[in-house]
């Protein structure tokens, strides 16, 4: 959606309003850095200290992150994203694995009942860039692939409420998955030890088959094992 130039009036207003758009239509996904202030000012046609104080506005509100030198970059979909990310932020692993566990179990439920094939050929994918990156011993590709194959699952419930609360909380998931897999032996963690592999092979084929009660004991069987290794 491309933007539109504002009036002149409520210029700030009229600038979140645009901005948020952006976010709320998915031109703007989560992660996405948007364009500079400038390349903003001269889309919509307002000067730079307008542009500036309406991203602050946003960012204030959790849909925006602004890091220095970087850029900045959509860091949730609503106003209730960003609060429940802040919310995150203070949150312990184990609190974080509840609640994918929540989430998660209900996902791969739906997954086995709702899956298109492209969603089939998506997990299957996701389950051999996992398995190779661990093979590999690269630990980084591992997290990044483990992550991807959690998303696809839930993507594959074409629940869009579903979808935007695990978008929503994506940054505390990876980051469950980063902590967990560097303490997951052949990571060359000091930690090695104190972790297991945990092999997804068992929900991908629950899903593909379309089997809603074993999906989501598969899913309670990882999540179960994960929060075993957080303690408390």
Known sequence: MPLASTRRTGLVDQV????????DSGEWGIGDRIPTESELSDQL?????TVREAVRALAHAGLLEIRQGAGTFVRASSELGGALRRRLER????ENLEVRRALEMEAARLAA?????????????AVALRDSAWNEGDMAAFVEADFTF????????????????????AQAVYDSIAHTAYGLPGSDSEEGSAGTGIDHKGLADAVREGDPDRALREAACYLDELLSLAGE
């Open 16 to 23: 979140i309003s645009q901005l948020r758009a952006q976010i």
């Open 45 to 49: 046609e307002v000067g730079r200290n």
């Open 91 to 94: 949150s312990r692993l184990r």
């Open 113 to 125: 009942m709702r899956h298109t094939d492209q969603d089939l050929a998506d997990i299957e994918h």
């Open 150 to 169: 959690h998303r696809t699952i839930v993507h594959a419930t074409h629940n869009p409420l579903l979808v935007d609360l695990y978008d929503d909380i």
